[in-house]
């Protein structure tokens, strides 16, 4: 059985920061990719940043020089630093995935999403 699990969500002030973490864990062989995701209300689920298992990083315009992914491959874990928060960074913030398992010596791919974790930017 496969879990995602995110944490580090919270309320903090505008300039402020906050770190997401999202740890996979199971029956799992490697990690192809994982990422993070936001939907603030009202609007549709955007990309955020994603770091391959090579350690390729890739960011929304929004969040460039001020965001930064990272990983820990040995702990399957993925962390999101948020610095020099805003407003419109307000969302639901949700990890993503892809993974590869195994299971009776046969080797798949799934993609996975956690259950999200609310991070509000307020004075």
């Known amino acids: 059985q496969v879990q995602v699990v995110e944490s580090g969500g919270g309320l903090v002030q505008p300039g402020g920061s906050l770190r997401l973490s999202c740890a996979a864990s199971g029956n799992i062989l490697s990690i192809i990719a994982m990422g993070w995701y936001r939907q603030a209300p009202g609007k549709r689920r955007e990309l955020v940043a994603t770091?391959?298992?090579?350690?390729?990083?890739n960011y929304t315009d929004s969040v460039k020089g001020r965001f930064t992914i990272s990983r820990d491959s040995a702990k399957n874990t993925v962390y999101l630093q948020m610095n020099i928060l805003k407003s419109e960074d307000t969302a639901v913030y949700y990890c993503?995935?892809?993974?590869?398992?195994?299971?009776?010596?046969?080797?798949?791919?799934?993609?996975?999403w956690g259950q999200g974790t609310q991070v509000t930017v307020s004075s």
């Open positions: 993503n995935a892809d993974l590869i398992l195994t299971e009776r010596d046969n080797l798949y791919t799934e993609n996975y």
């Open positions: 770091i391959t298992k090579g350690g390729s990083t």
